[in-house]
């Protein structure tokens, strides 16, 4: 006879937790552990940070430092920046710096980097060690050792150039003052900038290099590929997000240039003005200080800072995706 009982499916056996259908409560430990760091921050950047906001749209000067309060103007000190040609031609300045500044930093940097790469393991700590003494290198110390190698008197850039032949460098450079014009002064400020910050580039730069296997470089000699071929191919398709970090950061730091400018080319000098110079010009730079004008440029600057930086996240969270 055939069996005509109903056949009985078996489902796997399921754990039942005494927890099932709750949620789940989130972890209060690591907000704990953080919360002290974010409570210094708190103090140290983002209150300074919203005060100058709210100093932006106030009249602040003596009698408001005196305690009177603050005249509330709306956005008046945004319009008189934006009607300034000054605050245009100080923009300009820092976005050509910058531009210039950030792109030798990465190039040099990265040379010096693959440059130490090729060292063998006692050298390279020995070079790179070296190296970095200029990346530890004070701006105001950095910034007066400049002045004086392309000072007017005794300064030793000038002595060399004023021994070369005329017809190769032209004559004139003993009085020759490197501080007198927004391009000679922008030209040793960013021989200096690029100096200090080209060291932190390299050492990234060969950190980065120590993680890529080996392998992979003697598979591309092998396939006849040179140096040049490998380091596109190989070396910044796997050094990509270290060099968008890199780069973010160096726009950030040159964006922001102030020590060096300021010991170089000092108040007297406006034609060699940044935004960072000029806001502090504003705000300090005179018997009756516009603090709300220089919060107001300080705000422009932020804001320009921010958005490179979002940019920069906005590309990193979508690199992270395609993965």
């Given at each position: 006879?055939?069996?005509t ?14 927890t ?45 430092l ?16 934006f ?40 050298m ?18 950095a ?22 032949p005329?017809w ?7 009085d ?14 960013t ?10 580039i ?33 070396t ?51 018997l009756?200080?516009?603090l ?5 440029i ?9 958005i ?14 395609t993965?």
């Amino acid at each position: 006879m055939l069996d005509t009982a109903p056949a009985v499916r078996k489902t796997p056996d399921r754990k039942v937790s005494g927890t099932a259908g709750r949620r789940r409560r989130p972890r209060v430990g690591p907000y704990l552990l953080i919360a002290p760091t974010l409570a210094v921050i708190a103090v140290l950047m983002f209150w300074p940070m919203i005060q100058i906001g709210i100093m932006s749209f106030q009249k602040v000067g003596n009698r408001q430092l005196r305690g009177e309060p603050a005249e509330q103007v709306g956005t008046e000190n945004y319009d008189k920046i934006f009607d300034d040609p000054f605050f245009w031609q100080t923009l300009k300045h820092t976005v050509l710096f910058a531009v210039v500044a950030v792109s030798l930093t990465l190039v040099v940097g990265t040379l010096i980097g693959l440059l130490l790469h090729q060292l063998g393991k006692r050298m390279s700590s020995f070079v790179a060690g070296g190296v970095m003494v200029a990346w530890a290198t004070p701006p105001v110390t950095a910034a007066i050792i400049f002045s004086w190698l392309f000072g007017t008197t005794g300064g030793l850039v000038n002595w060399t150039l004023d021994l070369l032949p005329d017809w190769l460098v032209g004559g004139g450079w003993n009085d020759y003052n490197w501080f007198s014009t927004p391009l000679s002064t922008y030209t040793v400020l960013t021989i200096c900038v690029v100096w200090q910050a080209c060291p932190f580039i390299a050492v990234s730069v060969l950190a980065g290099l120590k993680s890529v296997p080996g392998e992979l470089y003697e598979a591309a000699r092998v396939d006849g590929s040179g140096p040049w071929r490998s380091f596109w191919s190989i070396t910044f398709p796997l050094l990509k997000p270290i060099f968008m970090v890199l780069l973010v950061m160096s726009i950030i730091w040159d964006f922001k240039v102030f020590t060096q400018l300021f010991v170089m080319a000092g108040m007297a000098n406006r034609d060699s003005f940044n935004l960072s110079l000029y806001a502090y010009s504003e705000a300090f730079g005179s018997l009756n200080p516009k603090l709300g004008m220089g919060s107001a440029i300080a705000m422009v600057l932020t804001v320009i800072l921010l958005i490179v930086t979002a940019l920069y996240v906005r590309v990193m969270v979508r690199q992270g995706e395609t993965r």
